[in-house]
């Protein structure tokens, strides 16, 4: 059984007492949830105070990005040891936002994947195709390139300890989800991959998270399909009701 896991990506939001606030009033909403892995991955500036709100909580702590070398002089960025420090267990690696405006490629989003994993870190792994790419049916073979070149040379991996978030990127942010359908059909295919890589009873532990303008109202249903066992939430994480609602689902 895939327990379900939902995160909040907060983005670039939230100053860190505004960040206190939020998570402070989640915890609150969330408090009798059992079933759900709850995650919050603020900005790295609102980590230290959202650990403290979260401390003795059922919600866990994750980052939006990390570097890929362990350290060195790397000037602006951040390490994993940092994020362990700060109390992450997970780490958002590859949003098509940092593929979009900073130019990762699948090359070095594996190379962050390695190194998250190296660390002790969970990687939730971002893959999606643009609104084009659907267009034009290249769905399928982006998924598959970004699966297979993301996951290179990673030979076998503890189920628990990857993430996947299925996240179109046409449905990011524009109130436009994928309906229930077209994700669950990537969901499989994305599960298919792994089946691929890492053999079926593998890839049936691995949990695929969808994201994409998920809000209260449209969360049960993507959650009802069989192979979409999470949500990756962006704006209606910003709430703490509506964050506490998608979490309820
Ligand atoms: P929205 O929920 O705002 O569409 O954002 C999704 C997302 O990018 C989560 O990582």
Known sequence: MRKPIIAGNWKMYKTGSEAKTLAAGIVEKVQKVQE????????????GAVAEAIKGSNIELGAQNCHFEDKGAFTGEISTAFLIDAG??????????????????????????K?????????????????????????????????????????????????IAYEPVWAIGTGVTATKEQAQEAHRYI???????????????????????????????????????????????????????????
């Not at 992450?88 to 989003?109: M, N, P, T």
């Open 191 to 249: 599960r298919d991959l792994l089946a691929g890589l890492w053999g079926s009873e593998t890839a049936e532990r691995i949990r695929i998270q969808y994201g994409g303008s998920v809000k209260p109202d449209n969360v049960a249903e993507l959650m009802a399909q069989d192979d979409i066992d999470g949500a990756l939430v962006g704006g209606a994480s910003l709430d703490a009701d509506s964050f506490a609602k998608i979490v309820g689902f």
């Open 36 to 47: 759900v892995q709850i995650v919050l991955c603020p900005p790295f500036t609102a980590l």
């Open 88 to 113: 992450c267990k997970y780490v958002i690696i590859g949003h098509s936002e940092r593929r979009q405006y900073f130019a990762e490629d699948d090359a070095l989003i594996n190379k962050k994947i």
């Open 115 to 163: 190194r998250a994993q190296a660390s002790g870190l969970i990687p939730i792994f971002c893959i999606g195709e643009t609104l084009l790419e659907r267009q034009k049916e290249q769905t399928f073979d982006v998924l598959r390139r970004q699966v297979l070149h993301g996951l290179q040379e990673i030979s076998a991996t503890d189920p628990e300890r990857l993430i």
